[in-house]
């Protein structure tokens, strides 16, 4: 019999990772490869794919887990992804929202839609809550991890700038499309998401801090082994 300390953190890591790959694939088989390697939701479920895969595979070899480091940006990352589709994309109030382009989706390409911006975040979500061992992380990292956004919309804005005016998706997402907005507003809308993603960095640290252990039976082999000494 496989034991549970390890069979239920790598199967469910297993199918964290399976559903970022399989609804990048759909979206890489069924429009422009270069159109859907440019947007940060993409970026962010290969990221899930790998790092997931790998933790899968630890967790089941009972080695250490990916560096916190690593592991919670991850994890913050696709959380934001999710946060930032439903409250500001799907959102029929927001002034960002793209309802017209999502009502259209039907078929394997919705199916996509959800795997990416769905079921990814609430299963990174859940993982980190019952199957990850607390403590790991620190508040420097909330600073460290603004690199991957700051990394991210600079190429945006770079491809952007490039392409023809008339291209399609030339901007990925409406709150930094310089197109329509300028420069000015577009700087604005990117400091102010990336102070809101300061903060919810901030949380998710404070949130491994203070959550208890993983689930009873998992406690033998700790996912991500708790560093010793004060939050610092």
Do not use: C
Not at 216 to 230: H, T
């Amino acid at each position: 019999m496989i034991a549970p300390d390890r069979a239920v953190p790598a199967g469910f890591r297993a199918l964290i990772a399976a559903a970022a790959l399989v609804g990048v694939s759909i979206e890489l088989a069924q429009g422009s490869v270069p159109v859907v390697l440019s947007f940060f939701t993409i970026w962010t479920n290969i990221a899930v794919a790998v790092v997931f895969g790998l933790s899968a595979t630890r967790a089941w070899q009972r080695r250490p887990d990916v560096d916190p480091l690593y592991r919670g940006g991850t994890v913050l990352f696709i959380l934001i992804t999710g946060l930032v589709f439903h409250l500001v994309l799907a959102n029929a109030s927001s002034p960002f929202n793209v309802m017209d382009d999502l009502n259209r989706l039907s078929g394997a390409k919705a199916v996509a839609n959800q795997l990416l911006h769905t079921v990814t975040p609430v299963g990174a979500a859940l993982d980190f809550l019952l199957l990850t061992a607390p403590r790991t992380l620190r508040p420097r990292h909330a600073a460290q991890w603004l690199a991957y956004p700051l990394l991210y919309v600079t190429f945006a804005l770079v491809r952007g700038a490039l392409l023809a005016p008339d291209t399609a998706a030339r901007y990925t997402y409406p709150f930094i499309d310089v197109a329509r907005y300028g420069y000015a507003r577009v700087t604005l809308n990117a400091m102010v998401l990336g102070l809101v993603f300061y903060a919810l960095g901030l949380l998710l640290v404070a949130a491994d801090r203070y959550r208890p252990r993983p689930l009873p039976a998992l406690r033998e082999n700790r996912i991500s082994s708790p560093a010793e000494g004060p939050l610092k």
